[in-house]
């Protein structure tokens, strides 16, 4: 088998481990070392193994944990939410909202869940009226809708 120097194309010895020429150190490798070098140089690496893998992972990992605590969030607030409604004890801020603005109760309701239904005069206007009023747990007003009855 003829083979030649690398480096200054000189003809040498299959055996040899140096060029007789140039001094130029001849690497020797069989078929077989060859062969698996090139295989190995010409595999793709493993999807684990790229970076890119590693960050679209991180990335939808984050993405869930995000979305997962998103809902578990909006659930409890709504559960939050559908307990903080007000109660028949609510009343007296219900009684004071309208007598602090100059109007008269004629009669009141309570409908649950927080809502009374208010039927009144208003002096300042000549009219009766009718209200719902809805309270939260603190008996706080949240919405008051006032209607003219005439």
Not at 49 to 72: A, E, M, P, Q, R
Not at 93 to 101: A, E, G, I, L, Q
Not at 109 to 129: A, E, H, M, Q, R
């Amino acid at each position: 088998m003829n083979m030649y120097c690398p480096k200054c194309g000189n003809e040498i010895s299959d055996k040899a481990l140096f060029c007789s020429t140039c001094g130029n150190k001849i690497e020797t490798e069989d078929e077989y070392d060859r062969l698996r070098r090139e295989v190995l140089e010409n595999e793709p690496k493993p999807l684990y193994k790229s970076k890119i893998y590693w960050f679209i992972l991180l990335g939808l990992v984050g993405i869930f944990i995000y979305i997962t605590n998103n809902d578990s969030n909006n659930s409890q607030k709504n559960e939050n939410k559908q307990s903080c409604i007000g109660n028949e004890n609510c009343i007296d801020k219900v009684r004071f909202y309208f007598t602090n603005s100059g109007k008269q109760i004629l009669n009141e309701s309570y409908n649950g869940n927080g809502v009374f239904t208010i039927t009144g005069l208003d002096p300042s206007k000549g009219v009766t009226f009718n209200s719902t009023v809805t309270t939260d747990c603190n008996c706080q007003l949240i919405d008051v809708k006032i209607s003219d009855i005439n």
